[in-house]
């Protein structure tokens, strides 16, 4: 009889405990690879002194649950922490947590006259963090939403674009908001999810035509006109115009006069002369560059004039050139010999006049002074 009263009493005792355990969250979750905390209290009758504290892992073995002390698990080695007290705080923290940290936590504590252990448990789940973007392809100007999505829910999480904080998880997309994203739990910005990347296309911008010649100019030399232009993605086409003037009517007349990125003009024609510009084409849209002037035009010995006028204001770029240096050279210096000569020639002649007018006026004055 009295042995089942102290039973019973023991009996009692046990089931007391239950309210000598509270756990603040019975049901939390964290992200794999951040830190959590259990809050926990503890009560016992007064006069009491705690000896030991222990908490301990539901594992399933052998078809029965069990509870192991967590000090015994290798896995957790390092990763738990005791943050309560010998009074009534039985807090435990886990760090670095897991995927295999899902599971029961069960706590108990030895009096110098009882133990007890916890009959209700804290139950964590260990999550990961997945980002979505709607959608993962995008034009400038549409509208994105990042997503941090997980199994369950989390007070918090904030956003990083390759490296650098996102204010909003939603916004209407241009070209320097592609990169890669991802979330992060808030105050463990090192807790990250996998970078997604988001790609935002956009039609060519900045079209330009760069102009090229060889530094020695001559008839055969080709001037190459290329295109050049940023775009998302890259620009796949491009068309070749080129506007002229047609001076009866004083109208313009443009003619499509080339494709490919590089426009070759294979030598220096006059007729070459014209406005070009050019237009690029990718899968979201199509620019035009601004219009080049190109002008050729031959000059006397045969020298060439190639002049490049960009934005109908910019100062004509010019450029002479024909032959070598020396062959130029060797032109003036064949313009200086005639010159020479001619001069000579002139020089020679005046004097001959002279002279023979002299030589006449003198016969006149001889003829003169004879008949005198
Ligand atoms: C979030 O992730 C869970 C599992 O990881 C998945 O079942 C669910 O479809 C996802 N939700 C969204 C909106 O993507
Ligand atoms: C276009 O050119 C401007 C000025 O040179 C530059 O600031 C801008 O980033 C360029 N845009 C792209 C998409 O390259
Ligand atoms: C022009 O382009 C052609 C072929 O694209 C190349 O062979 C030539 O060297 C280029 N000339 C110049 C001056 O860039
Ligand atoms: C023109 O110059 C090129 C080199 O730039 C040379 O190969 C070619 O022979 C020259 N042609 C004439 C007609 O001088
Ligand atoms: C320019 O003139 C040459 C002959 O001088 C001719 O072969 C060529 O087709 C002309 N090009 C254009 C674009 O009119
Ligand atoms: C580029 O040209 C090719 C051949 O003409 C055509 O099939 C393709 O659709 C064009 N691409 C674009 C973006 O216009
Ligand atoms: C680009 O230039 C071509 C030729 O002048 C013209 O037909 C076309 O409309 C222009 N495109 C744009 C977007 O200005
Ligand atoms: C064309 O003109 C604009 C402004 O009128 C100027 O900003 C730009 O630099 C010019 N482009 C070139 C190639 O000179």
């Excluded at 024609?269 to 979201?284: K, M, P």
Aim: charged share 20%; net charge negative; with cysteine.
């Amino acid at each position: 009889m009295i042995a089942f009263l102290v039973l019973s009493f023991l009996g009692a005792g046990t089931v007391g405990a239950d309210r000598a355990v509270t756990f603040e969250n019975p049901n939390p979750c964290a992200v794999e690879g951040s830190s959590v905390e259990f809050r926990c209290l503890y009560n016992y009758q007064n006069g009491q002194t705690v000896r030991k504290t222990e908490w301990y892992k539901g594992e399933f073995k052998n078809d029965v649950w069990i509870r192991v002390k967590l000090s015994d698990l290798a896995s957790y080695r390092n990763r738990f922490e005791f943050i309560g007290d010998q009074q009534h705080d039985c807090s435990l923290a886990l760090h670095d947590l897991q995927h295999s940290d899902t599971g029961y936590y069960y706590f108990r504590f030895d009096t110098d006259r009882f133990g007890w252990r916890s009959k209700t448990s804290v139950y964590l789940s260990v999550t990961e963090l997945h980002v979505r973007l709607y959608p993962d392809t995008v034009r400038a100007g549409d509208s994105v939403s990042l997503q941090c999505n997980t199994s369950c829910h989390l007070s918090s999480t904030v956003w990083f674009k390759d490296g650098h904080p996102v204010s909003k998880p939603e916004f209407q997309a241009q070209a320097e908001d592609a990169g890669n994203y991802f979330c992060a739990v808030e105050g463990q910005e090192s807790v990250q999810s996998e970078p997604v990347a988001l790609d935002v296309q956009y039609p060519p911008l900045n079209v330009s035509v760069k102009v090229t010649y060889p530094d020695n100019l001559n008839e055969s030399s080709s001037v190459n006109l290329t295109c050049s232009s940023s775009a998302n993605p890259a620009a796949q086409n491009y068309t070749w115009f080129r506007r002229t003037a047609s001076p009866s009517s004083g109208s313009s007349s443009i003619f499509q006069v080339g494709s490919g990125q590089v426009l070759s003009l294979p030598s220096m024609e006059v007729n070459h002369t014209g406005l070009y510009l050019c237009q690029a084409r990718n899968t979201v849209g199509e620019t035009n560059s601004t219009e080049v002037l190109l002008t050729i035009s031959a000059k006397n010995y045969g020298l060439f004039h190639l002049g490049v006028t960009r934005n109908h204001t910019e100062i004509t770029k010019e450029l002479w050139s024909s032959f070598s240096l020396s062959q130029v050279i060797l032109l003036i210096g064949v313009k200086v010999v005639i010159l020479l000569l001619l001069t000579l020639v002139i020089i020679w002649a005046g004097r001959h006049i002279r002279i023979k007018n002299e030589e006449e006026n003198d016969h006149d004055y001889e003829n003169e002074s004879t008949g005198v």
